[in-house]
């Protein structure tokens, strides 16, 4: 994972209280409850990160045309079957 946990942690209070403010959401429970599940949705997404990440990176290597890491091609290659990797795990 790349952000620390008290990095997630520091985050999740921002985001909770930039959304009270503005009236994004109302605390129907107690503050501490609705940042504890902020941090875990962002656990869970950088973890489905990574693990996406791992997995094109292992499908890019196995590919019979070798493309340069770096080079225009492989960031194409890359990015296109990243983002059709989370699509298809965020949707189910």
């Not at 973890?47 to 499908?59: A, F, G, H, N, R």
């Not at 890019?60 to 045309?65: D, E, F, I, N, Y």
Request: cysteine-free; proline content about 1%; aromatic content about 10%.
């Amino acid at each position: 994972m790349r952000y620390s946990s008290a990095r997630i942690r520091y985050l999740a209070r921002q985001i909770f209280k930039r959304a009270t403010e503005e009236g994004v959401f109302d605390v129907i429970s107690s503050e501490r409850a609705v940042i504890n599940e902020i941090i875990e949705t962002m656990e869970k997404y950088f973890s489905l990160e990574d693990e996406v990440y791992e997995k094109v990176m292992e499908s890019l290597q196995k590919r019979s045309k070798k493309l340069i890491p770096g080079s225009m091609e492989w960031e194409i290659a890359f990015n296109k079957a990243f983002e059709e990797e989370m699509s298809k795990r965020l949707l189910k």
